[in-house]
């Protein structure tokens, strides 16, 4: 078929753009993602449009980086820092959702925009700052914890917040509060079911599952781990929540097993090598420059409060939870991105007719700025001051 295998072609040029933009991008001494987005911004506006093909191999590997952040976990400091991370949610939530509402209310009259734009401005996409918080080694920190449990926390309160916005301002769209929380439960209730059954076939206390390896799991361990970990993706979009929350638990569940660290060190070298440098492309070309328009002084300013309710709201719930305040800054940063998701609930009000192309075309501006700002401004808030060591004067 003619044009059959043009898909390689494109893919060929998405990696090639991926590793030149990461490349300019270390040697200025900027993190990889930083220029990997950038790369994708240009090669979509000038060159090749963003495919099926190029979407789907950026899911996959938003899944894989996700799921190499939960197996690098450390589960007793997740663990030590949920209450921290349930206030951070709650800052993070609450507080962009009321700037911005007011904001809106303020500059147009209208209560269903305000609340809508509202809930947008509350989605957060932390595969940006995970990547970048990597590069500098600090996903591990008690401020990576807390951004990583903030944000599965705050996935699951934007859920809710939508079907309540939802059910409110349309309510013959409504599809059921009480639905929703059941399936968020449910889902959970898995998770919690198979990372006992895991954990306990890891440490051989099941006996049932030592009949596991007629598999022969400890050969094939990659290969179970890719599947475990694009089962629970599944699962969890199918439950409404995002495949990144339940790649995310994939990780945690098998970073408590024996063979991690050669899951981590293999599935690392799959997804550094082909699916993540796609996915940050695909984000940047996902944003064509041709077709933005700044827009008046309300969406500039949704774009403005959007990002200062996320590093305030965020940043005080760290505060309150026992960070310093230069960890709270910098937990605020890491939690200001958007992505996809926002994007996707604003469509959603314009095919409800309750927001208009001028906010959908501000929310895309904003999944563009916070893109492009977090790695840079994450570099600069982890960056240590210089020691200066005192001499004494010469007699």
Known sequence: ????????LQLALVLLAGNIGGLVSKKIGQPLVLGQIIAGVLLGTYFIEKTEVIYYFSQIGVIILMFIAGLETDVAELNRSKGSSSLIALGGVAVPFFMVSGAFYLFSGNLNLSIFMGVVSTATSVSISVQTLRELKKLKSRQGMGILGAAIIDDIVGIILLSVAISMLVPESSTGIASVIAKLAIFFAIVFVVGIAVRDYSKGEISIARLMGIFNIDRMLISYALIFVLAMAFLSEKMGVAAVTGAYFAGIILSMVKGRHTISHNINKIGTVVFTPIFFVSI?????????????LAEISFIVLAILGKVVGCGLGAKVSG????????????????????????????GLGVIGNEQLTAVVLMVLVTTIITPSLLKAAFREKPEYVEYDKPS
Do not use: C, H, T
Request: proline share 2%.
């Open 1 to 8: 078929m003619e044009n059959g295998y043009d898909f390689l």
């Open 284 to 296: 940047g070309m996902g944003i064509n420059l041709n077709s933005l328009s700044l827009g008046g």
């Open 323 to 350: 960070f310093k305040w230069k960890q709270s800054l910098q937990v605020g940063v890491g939690m200001i991105p958007r992505a996809e998701v926002a994007i996707i609930i604003a469509s959603l009000g314009v």
